[in-house]
């Protein structure tokens, strides 16, 4: 009883801060790469065979590559003369050091890597289009050499990465900003600036981006369109496929595609732009973007809260959108598994006292006040209904950094934890943790850390599990399992991270094969020499 009181005790202290709050900007905390050494991707081939016969009706019988890792394609391999011609348009910036190289074949998690030997690096839309032709035509001479575009290179999926040789075409000197409309809102740049310092940027004009990941500082605008990534904010500003309003891209024949509108309303046609938002460099190369920003909240509060089950977040979550409404920006969740990895590996504490579950809540309005009063009488409610059992409010900005990055950093704990496999699901929100719960019976003590996370208001489940090494046993455990279940609730197998190369073959899990066929010929027509990120996003048994 004593404890019950001091903890409203302590909500109610607070509460009454939250009516002292001045204008709080996030946390700019970084995904830095992180030096751990784990065995590469493999997948057995009963593994994946397995899968396959699981796949949707229209697609059984179809032939899917026995292994994660498919065959090197009959690409080109590239030459001196290649070379003359990319140091003749790219000087200093073609790139054929190994050590230099390196970084960029490997991937974020350090769990796939390619061996190529050449990045080149451009600056401008013009370089990129004169690449990509030299790539399909050097002189007369008709060709195919493979190009992995990559970004910041912190995808979670192997899409960023070479699989082979493919030539490294990194955005990362594309970082202009092109115009920014102080009116509409509407930002312009290259698709290689940083995610973070677009948001730098913006805030001293009084904007925001629309979108933020716990990768902001190094993962890149074009990336985060090719890969149609969701992130913190998407409950509260949309997906990407509603925010960009333009791109300018380069085809797999070099030629440039300047569809970088600044329009909101735009029926003209198809709207061709959606093809490439998610397509993981497979269709073009982005080079650069225009997107909606929004006005930056006058007033952002950060709320954590601890829940006894699963159920009362739910019932938390739904008292939160009637209550807190316009105002409402992020509802996440972390599990008390999370929490301990939090603790154990990267010494972050726990402001408050243990629960099963942990929701961060956060609100942007333009009343500081007004945003202040909902707040109270949300957090009131919940109390005094007992669907919270702890909370603490966060009115000053390193708080609100802490409190986030408790959010924000599990995906690092988790690096930390062992060999880890990543599932990113879309479910109906009532079911996301069932899974969790039903994967942790499944696995028995197979597994070291079963954890689940992510975007309660996306309906997005993280789901990770964790061994001590690599341990093929364990993952035909939970694979099929876990896009059988998926699939069993019409869910998504990829909600936000993409296919990449390693989920490539699951995609009938949540896509009819007609679907994935018309994928196919898009693809075979955008890109008729498959040059453009090979291996990735689509399965390996499509005709091209
Ligand atoms: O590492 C993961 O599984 C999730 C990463 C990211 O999408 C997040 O929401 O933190
Ligand atoms: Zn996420």
Known sequence: MAGLFQ?????????????????????????????????????????????????????????????????????????????????????????????????????????????SEVLLRPQTTEEVSQILRWMVTKSTESRNLAVNPQGGNTGLVGGSVPVYDELILSTSLMNKILNFDSISGVLTCQAGCVLENLSFYLEERDYIMPLDLGAKGSCQIGGNVATNAGGLRLLRYGSLHGTVLGLELVLADGQVLDCLSTLRKDNTGYDLKQLFIGSEGTLGVIT????????????????????????????????????????????????????????????????????????????????????????????????????????????????????????????????????????DISLPVERIYQLVTDMRKHLGNQAKSVVGYGHVGDGNLHLNVTSPSKDPALLAAIEPFVYEWTASCRGSISAEHGLGLKKRNYIYYSKQSQAVALMGNIKAMLDPKGILNPYKTLPDNLKQ
């Open 7 to 115: 903890r409203a005790l302590r909500l109610r202290t607070a509460l009454r801060c939250l009516y002292d709050y001045s204008t709080l900007s996030r946390s700019t905390a970084t995904l830095s790469p992180v030096d751990f050494h784990r065995p590469f991707l493999t997948c057995s081939s009963e593994q994946v065979l397995a899968s396959t016969r699981k796949l949707h009706a229209g697609a059984e019988g179809s032939k899917v590559s026995p292994s994660a890792a498919p065959e090197r394609l009959p690409f080109c391999r590239v030459t001196e003369e290649d070379l003359a011609f990319f140091r003749k348009i790219l000087p200093g910036r073609t790139i054929v050091d190994p050590d230099l190289v390196e970084p960029s074949n490997v991937d974020w998690l350090k769990s796939v890597r390619g061996s």
């Open 288 to 423: 650069a973007v225009s997107i909606l920003c929004p006005r930056k909240p006058k007033s952002v509060n950060v709320v954590f809260l601890g829940c006894e089950t699963f159920e009362q977040l739910l019932k938390t979550f739904q008292l939160c959108k009637g209550m807190l409404g316009e105002i409402l920006s992020a509802f996440e969740f972390l599990d008390s598994e999370c929490m301990r990895l939090l603790n154990t590996h990267l010494k972050l504490p726990n402001p408050i006292s243990d629960c099963p579950f942990y929701i961060v809540i956060e609100t942007s309005g333009s009343d500081p006040t007004h945003d202040a009063q909902k707040l109270h009488n949300f957090l009131e409610e919940a109390m005094t209904s007992s669907l919270v059992s702890d909370g603490t409010v966060a009115t000053e900005e390193a708080k609100i950094k802490a409190l986030w990055s408790l959010r924000e950093r599990v995906t690092e704990a988790l690096t930390h934890d062992g060999f880890t496999h990543k599932y």
